[in-house]
């Protein structure tokens, strides 16, 4: 997710906005926003989108329909919000934003590599993008400790 992996590179971020912490994070949180709000990132999410009709106690037909959107990746079926109860889709840069195997070079880097195409987005369940964000996590720490 955006915000987890931001985490890594904050000093990095921090550094190339001249030291400025409110600065920096009025920046990551208008791309947040901007990201959530982008047309690749609502296409992805639409394209994984389904209704069902909802059953009533008594047996009747519901008047709204159950949103549902299914992982790419293991095809479980997801709630579109953060939920305890149910896994819930979210959208993942299959390149990730932070890269695994260098440093973030510039705002530049970071605001494209937010900002890519619907072939470079996927939606995935919150267990299988947790799956993915660690064994990137994983080859980040290798790269840190073979480049120290
Ligand atoms: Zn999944």
Request: proline share 3%.
């Amino acid at each position: 997710m955006l915000a987890l992996s931001l985490q890594m590179v904050k000093d990095r971020l921090l550094a190339l906005v001249g030291g400025e912490p409110k600065l920096m994070n009025l920046i990551i949180g208008g791309l947040r926003r901007a990201w959530f709000r982008s047309p690749s990132r609502l296409s992805v999410l639409y394209n994984v989108r389904s209704e069902e009709e909802t059953v009533n106690k008594d047996g009747s037909i519901g008047k709204r329909k159950a949103v549902w959107f299914s992982c790419q990746i293991c095809n479980t079926k997801c709630k579109g919000q953060r939920s305890s109860l149910h896994p819930y889709i979210q959208i993942d840069h299959i390149d990730p934003i932070i890269p695994v195997d260098s440093q973030l070079k510039s705002w530049d880097e970071l605001i494209q590599r937010i900002f890519v195409d619907v072939e470079g987005l996927q939606a995935i369940c919150n267990i299988c993008h947790n799956k993915k964000t660690q064994e990137e996590n994983a080859l980040r720490r290798a790269y840190r400790k073979a480049h120290k």
